[in-house]
């Protein structure tokens, strides 16, 4: 619910994490998903009801002005304006902007069952697949480990070769500036 607000965390750490609890054993897998999908939609519920009771006052709140910054709140009229609520189904994929596309759901007066349906869709493919991938790599940590440790292995490689890329460029510009 607190990533509906704007919290600086993904739901994603939070939505991998019950699945790993559920691979675990901790906690059963279909409780994990009612509970999760329960919390998006009371967070994403909670922003929309704002946005709806409050209307216009909430966009000069100082709150709404630190969360929404710059040309953020044009951007989103704009997609509004092309998209209609369509850009609901989108936000739930969008992270940066899913709290005021939401917000400006209830401002502009979307009606809650188009919000709720939208949303509750996008949310129907967004919230198992993240439990699902908790639960795959909960099941296998020595795998995530593994590939962890390949990352990292291969992310060493690319900071070697950058390294070496630009040794390389540093004494070919020498070699030319002397020669000048």
Same mark, same amino acid.
């Not at 189904?89 to 209830?106: H, K």
């Not at 291969?154 to 070699?175: E, F, P």
């Given at each position: 619910?607190?990533?509906? @607000?704007?919290?600086?965390?993904?739901?994603? &750490?939070?939505?991998?994490?019950?699945? &790993?609890?559920?691979?675990?054993?901790?906690?059963?897998?279909?409780?994990?998903?009612?509970?999760?999908?329960?919390?998006?939609?009371?967070?994403?519920?909670?922003?929309?009801? &704002?946005?709806?009771?409050?209307?216009?006052?909430?966009?000069?709140?100082?709150?709404?002005?630190?969360?929404?910054?710059?040309?953020?709140?044009?951007?989103?009229?704009?997609?509004?304006?092309?998209?209609?609520?369509?850009?609901?189904?989108?936000?739930? @994929?969008?992270?940066?902007?899913?709290?005021? &596309?939401?917000?400006?759901?209830?401002?502009?007066?979307?009606?809650?069952?188009?919000?709720?349906?939208?949303?509750?869709?996008?949310?129907?493919?967004?919230?198992?697949?993240?439990?699902?991938?908790?639960?795959?790599?909960?099941?296998?940590?020595?795998?995530?480990?593994?590939?962890?440790?390949?990352?990292?292995?291969?992310?060493?490689?690319?900071?070697?070769?950058?390294?070496?890329?630009?040794?390389?460029?540093?004494?070919?510009?020498?070699?030319?500036?002397?020669?000048?």
């Amino acid at each position: 619910m607190a990533c509906g @607000f704007g919290l600086p965390m993904p739901e994603d &750490i939070v939505l991998i994490s019950g699945g &790993i609890l559920a691979a675990r054993g901790i906690c059963r897998f279909e409780i994990v998903l009612a509970v999760c999908m329960a919390g998006v939609l009371i967070g994403d519920g909670s922003i929309y009801f &704002i946005g709806r009771k409050l209307g216009e006052r909430v966009r000069t709140a100082w709150i709404f002005k630190r969360v929404v910054r710059g040309n953020m709140d044009e951007k989103v009229a704009r997609a509004f304006a092309k998209y209609g609520s369509k850009i609901i189904f989108v936000a739930r @994929f969008m992270p940066g902007l899913r709290m005021p &596309i939401f917000m400006f759901s209830g401002i502009y007066k979307v009606k809650p069952q188009v919000f709720f349906g939208l949303d509750g869709f996008a949310a129907l493919i967004s919230v198992p697949l993240w439990i699902f991938v908790g639960k795959f790599f909960g099941e296998n940590l020595e795998l995530l480990e593994q590939k962890m440790r390949q990352f990292q292995y291969g992310m060493y490689g690319v900071i070697v070769a950058i390294l070496l890329i630009l040794v390389a460029a540093s004494i070919l510009k020498k070699r030319i500036l002397s020669k000048i």
